[in-house]
């Protein structure tokens, strides 16, 4: 396969390359003088992860589980879900989960990927630990608190490729779904806490459309499995038989049925298909603080957006100090645009989103689709030129350095 999982993406390097172990890696790297670049399970929608040179493909570089003192040494490959499931048979859990559990661990912490939560940061934040080849296939191990780790835990592939990483565990806990329906506009944008705080995990679907935001989904960790909910949300109320994804066949349960975190965080199953499939994303992280009056600017721009659009997603993350993290230095929370698979019409409209909320100061996914370049981008992160200075060090001779990358001014041009 040589296109992302949604099939909207083709990879352009002449060379793609299986590993099945860190031994392959350091073969690999030892072998070839040219560009390399690690590809994960493909869950990227732009040549973030392509190459001029080899794609050494990690899908099978997983495994390698082992525990340590609060945490769990997974190889880079690995699918969150497949570490979920380890962990829980072992009365473990993770803080956090995308909305699939079908991404890689070294793939969504090198993006700043992200589930949701006001107190739950981005699953780079549980990163404790990386093990990563260099350009000669020497291996390094940084840990949190070493110099450079703020610059590498979001490291977008850009000094190495990564072969393992320690993960912060925490002891396993249960869940429950349940989804709202008719909390107005008004009423949410009003008290956005009150929406985004409603559970340990909220998740916002919406297609920009008044008086009602759509689906207010909310995951809440419980002590029993008969804990109650409240019935109300704001001016809205809580409602059983509710599909907020439109009926998709591989959700996860909802109606406050109790189960595991791990079957409860991710919107969708790891055993079933992830999302609308033949489709295209964007993202964009605000400030906390302008939330609202960039929530007001998409609605303005409802009648555009929503012709090529499945579903938007608001999602919510605290702040943290990783260089390039989404949350870099600010509480954010995420408005998430799933695409249908229109090329030009997402190409057309993608300016003006962006146009919209560049007064808020909105950072794009490092994954998914944008316009962004590295003027736009320095001026979103201001540690963008201390991370750069870091990869140039750690990769002189720019080997893991692609022109994406360069593009966004992540690494020098070459």
Known sequence: MTRNWAGTYDYAAP???????????????????????????????????????????????EGGLALGDGTVRVAAGTRYGVLAAWL???????????????????????????????????????????????????????????????????????????????????????????????????????????????????????????????WVWVKSRIDADDQPVPDKLLDGVLDIDAEPLGGLADVTELRGVAGPWMLRLPHFRLDGTPSFGDEIQSEYFVPREHAPDALRAMLALG???????????????????????????????????????????????????????????????WGKRHDFDRAAIERVHPRLADARGVFERLDPRGRFSNAHLELMGVREPR
Do not use: C, K
């Open 88 to 214: 829980d048979e072992r009365g473990l859990a993770l803080h956090n989960l995308g909305s699939l559990p079908h991404i890689s661990v070294a793939g969504a912490t090198a993006t700043g990927t992200h589930g949701s939560g006001d107190d739950n940061g981005v699953l780079t934040t549980a990163v404790r630990g990386i093990r990563f080849a260099d350009a000669d296939g020497a291996v390094h191990e940084v840990r949190r608190g070493d110099p450079d780790f703020d610059a590498l835990a979001v490291g977008l592939g850009a000094y190495g490729v990564v072969l393992s990483l320690d993960i912060e565990t925490r002891p396993s806990y249960r869940m429950r779904q349940d989804v709202y329906r008719g909390v107005s506009w008004d009423a949410a944008l009003g008290a956005l806490d009150a929406v985004t705080g409603a559970g340990y995990s909220v998740s916002v679907f919406t297609r920009w459309e008044r008086p009602s935001v759509g």
């Open 15 to 61: 060379r793609i390359v299986p590993v099945w172990s860190e031994a392959d890696v350091l073969r690999e790297l030892a072998g070839d003088s040219g560009p390399v670049h690690a590809l994960g399970t493909r869950h990227s929608f732009t040549d973030l992860p392509d190459t001029a040179g080899t794609l050494l493909d990690l899908a099978g570089l």
């Open 303 to 365: 009648d555009v957006i929503r012709p090529l659009l499945f579903v938007s997603e608001l999602r919510t993350a605290p702040a943290d100090d990783l260089w390039l993290s989404p949350a870099s230095g600010h509480d954010v929370v995420a408005i998430h645009f799933t695409w249908r698979n229109d090329p030009a019409g997402v190409d057309a409209v993608i300016p003006r989103i962006e146009a919209a909320l560049r007064p808020f100061g909105a950072r794009p996914h």
